[in-house]
DNA sequence: ACTCATCGTGCACTGAGTGCACGATAGCCC
DNA sequence: GGGCTATCGTGCACTCAGTGCACGATGAGT
């Protein structure tokens, strides 16, 4: 991949997600983004590897946002509660983008799957940041709670209403992850 | 979509995995499969919506098997301990085609995202199922327990070495099923 | 002025996926 | 047998995603 400028990435990033919001994904052409961003066919693809990835791809200042929340954790917090309140300040911080990338979403089935992707970002970025925590837990213990909390809020965000806002999902967070950790839910 | 014959599904299946095994996901095109097949391009899109379909769509047989994995379990048998063991069978009885996919999905990693789909056939059944069940279990709960142990799984299919067949990843599925249920996993 | 890195662009090409109309076969009914 | 119909494979033309490559504009350092 050639260099490339945070500039002209906002800028093709904000007319795709205008259109798309508008029209709706699949009625939306690469040529349409490229016409309302003013630039070449060629240099959309130089920034985004597909279609897809104008939505999904990371933000270039998640990695900031990342930093700045884990270090807010306390050092003894469990891992369990760590893993509660960072999705929680992470929902609360990318709010408004989440909110209009879940719209976009919800009106285009094919892209369910993708939606994954954004996902796996913060629990990656999780994983790595537990594993470098002080723990006696196993790299499979690890592994398995970090999933398990994905679980939980992918559970929720399934159920999320998306008019109920950044508000309706914390409540729904809080819910799920208090269930899990009591201890008679699994006797089910 | 038209009419199928669960021959002609077979027919392509069989060629398009075998071609893959051998050169990869991405050296494959649509023509070499249909070449292979000896069948039209435009009829292999009326039995397989994407080029990854044909790695990915349920088998026709699978209704069955599903059916037949769940009337073996007892009533009253908790349903933690029930999808453990019916993840254990389905692995069990679907071996072989596991296997070979996930080789060809481990040779191209730009699979890995699809891959998701095909778990999510077994988990969608398996919540239908969970509801069916005479549980004083709400939604919110059942939703839960059947993503924590999906979340399980995933965990323990990342793990896996596919050379270790399928005796090996079920060591790793009881492994993790065991450990999510213990009390003091989450405390970490 | 020269050089070099950066980054946008044009073009030609491959391959995925679709709409549509046609054709072959096989069963069925009179 | 002749005609009807459902099934299912096929050919064709088309749109759009995605890529390799070479060129061009700009701007900073010397």
């Known amino acids: 991949m050639r260099q490339r400028s945070p500039q002209t990435w ?6 795709a997600v205008g259109l798309m919001a508008d029209r709706g994904f699949d009625a939306v052409s ?22 897809e990835s104008v939505l999904f791809d990371p933000d270039p200042d998640d990695p900031r946002l990342w930093a700045e929340l884990t270090a807010a954790r306390p050092a003894g917090e469990p891992l369990w509660t760590a893993l509660h309140q960072l999705i929680l300040a992470y929902t609360a911080a990318a709010g408004a983008e989440i909110v209009r990338q879940c719209r976009v979403i919800a009106a285009s089935p094919s892209l369910a799957v993708c939606s994954r992707e954004t996902c796996d970002r913060f629990w990656d970025c999780a994983r790595a940041w537990a594993a470098g925590r002080d723990t006696a837990a196993t790299d499979l213990q690890l592994d398995l709670l970090i999933n398990t909390a994905r679980a939980a809020f992918s559970t929720v965000s399934a159920r999320w209403d998306v008019d109920t806002g950044i508000p309706g999902l914390h409540a729904l967070i809080d819910e799920a992850f208090t269930l899990v950790i009591s201890p008679e839910w699994k006797k089910l």
């Open 30 to 51: 690469v040529d349409d983004i490229t016409a309302a961003a003013g630039i070449s066919r060629r240099t959309y693809f130089n920034y985004f590897a597909a279609k």
């Open 10 to 15: 906002r800028l093709i990033r904000d007319s």
